[in-house]
């Protein structure tokens, strides 16, 4: 059974960074793309960023290049959101999904950007 | 970036009777590759987003076969023959090329 379990969220203040992690197993995790989706509360889902297999392709969606960083470890099936520069339009759920298609989605972790 | 429109915002509807979101992008979805990226996802309330279609009209493993997909260029359809209470949520449609974007949702409720 596929599972994706998201962890790192919490409340931090303006500026702040955080390190979001997604544990990923039942399927091998190596061979898929891995991506990124927020949702603020009461909104729509917005993709955030997405990497290719060996990790030497990564996008991000324009409001946050330059401040989030996407990666990867094969080894330990994990993926992972470095934030940083963090923003209150940043608070969102965020998911983590594998393949660009988001077959599969994690039950997500909450950022709350807040002083 | 490709602009995604669901309508309906909100679809009221009766049990057993059919429901349909109706999906248009900016530009045309058809890919380099000759696939178009349109996908279709319901979030239940509380619930994580799931994925209901691939590429306009593959059914993912799971998926009751009331739900079906369909479209083409830029105007694509989703349809649930007859609705039943667990199909309650919101459905987004999203296309699948850099930058991926999402339709704004529809809320499906029961009438």
């Known amino acids: 059974e596929v599972q994706l379990v998201e962890s790192g969220g919490g409340l931090v203040q303006p500026g702040g960074s955080l390190r979001l992690s997604c544990a990923a197993s039942?399927?091998?995790?190596?061979?898929?793309?891995m991506s990124w989706v927020r949702q603020a509360p009461g909104k729509g889902l917005e993709w955030v960023a997405n990497?290719?297999?060996?990790?030497?392709?990564?996008y991000y969606v324009d409001s946050v290049k330059g401040r989030f960083t996407i990666s990867r470890d094969n080894a330990k099936n994990s993926l992972y959101l470095q934030m940083n520069s963090l923003r209150a339009e940043d608070t969102a759920i965020y998911y983590c999904?594998?393949?660009?298609?988001?077959?599969?989605w994690g039950q997500g972790t909450l950022v709350t950007v807040s002083s | 970036d490709v602009v995604m429109t669901q309508s309906p915002l909100s679809l009221p509807v009766t049990l057993g009777q059919p429901a349909s979101i109706s999906c248009r992008s900016s530009q045309s979805l058809v890919y380099s590759d000759g696939n178009t990226y349109l996908n279709w996802f319901q979030q239940r309330p509380g619930q994580s987003p799931r994925r209901l279609i691939y590429?306009?009209?593959n059914r993912d493993s799971g998926v009751p076969d009331r739900f079906s997909g369909s479209g083409s260029g830029t105007d694509f359809t989703l349809k649930i023959s007859r609705v039943e209470a667990e199909d309650v949520g919101v459905y987004y449609c999203?296309?699948?090329?850099?930058?991926?974007?999402f339709g704004q949702g529809t809320k499906v409720e029961i009438k």
């Open positions: 990497i290719r297999q060996d990790g030497r392709e990564k």
């Open positions: 039942g399927f091998t995790f190596s061979t898929y793309w």
């Open positions: 999203m296309q699948g090329t850099h930058p991926w974007t």
């Open positions: 590429k306009v009209s």
């Open positions: 999904a594998r393949e660009i298609s988001l077959g599969y």
